[in-house]
């Protein structure tokens, strides 16, 4: 099955600053989505992009399908955006493969 | 509208005992989802559900895990004779076509003793 890569598997970032987390993907896929995992375990989507970049708030994503890779930016953190943060593409037309996430601590 | 139900939210139960795991993805949605997240295994696919039909099953790790759907409504997961790594928290997750955004429910964390 395809292989998910995502890092830095840990990050603490200061309260206002910023960060890029990077998903490699090891097959073409059809879409990709990102989530952020709250404490309670909450998926909660944050994007749904198969190509290109998107931007909501302070957070933007950009997927280069072609180079199997996407990434989210997180602009002046808060701490808030505390937990964990999963890529997952879409393949087979039906199934999200999940990668490790990346566990970011952001604080004040 | 409302999101992704699942119920019960928590479920203690003994070795070899069966049990049941209830979805209830939003209205309208025609794909289902079932995930699971362990700390051994990550977040893993284990089945989706097209209306009421079930065209991929091969993420099911055992045949004690059954799953159906009814009235392309409601989805449930079945567990027989449950076993120690059978300790997980279950997702369910739906989407409104096969190849479209999935939303998550809260979970069903499983813990078998």
């Known amino acids: 099955g395809i292989q998910v890569e995502q890092s830095p598997p840990d990050l603490i970032l200061q309260e206002g600053a910023n960060s890029t987390l990077r998903c490699n993907f090891s097959d073409s896929v059809n879409n990709l989505q990102w989530f952020h995992q709250n404490p309670w375990g909450q998926l909660i989507n944050l994007f749904y992009i198969p190509s290109g970049t998107k931007q909501n708030g302070r957070l933007s994503a950009t997927t280069v399908a072609t180079e199997r890779y996407s990434l989210l930016y997180i602009s002046s953190s808060q701490t808030t955006d505390s937990g964990v943060y999963f890529c997952a593409p879409l393949y087979g037309n039906n199934r999200l493969a999940f990668g490790k996430g990346n566990q970011v601590v952001v604080i004040p | 509208g409302a999101g992704v139900s699942q119920s019960p939210s928590n479920k203690v139960t003994e070795k070899g005992k069966d049990v049941e795991l209830r979805c209830d993805p939003i209205?309208?949605?025609?794909?289902l989802y079932w995930y699971r997240q362990s700390l051994g295994q990550g977040l893993e696919f284990l089945i989706y559900?097209?209306?009421?039909?079930?065209?991929?099953k091969s993420g099911l790790p055992s045949d004690r895990f059954s799953a159906e759907r009814t009235g392309g409504s409601v989805s449930t997961l079945t567990i027989q004779r449950t076993q120690q790594e059978d300790s997980a928290v279950y997702l369910c997750?739906?989407?409104?076509?096969?190849?479209?955004?999935?939303?998550f429910g809260p979970g069903t964390r499983l813990t078998v003793t």
């Open positions: 559900f097209q209306g009421n039909s079930a065209p991929d």
């Open positions: 997750a739906s989407s409104s076509d096969r190849a479209g955004e999935q939303y």
């Open positions: 209205s309208g949605h025609t794909a």
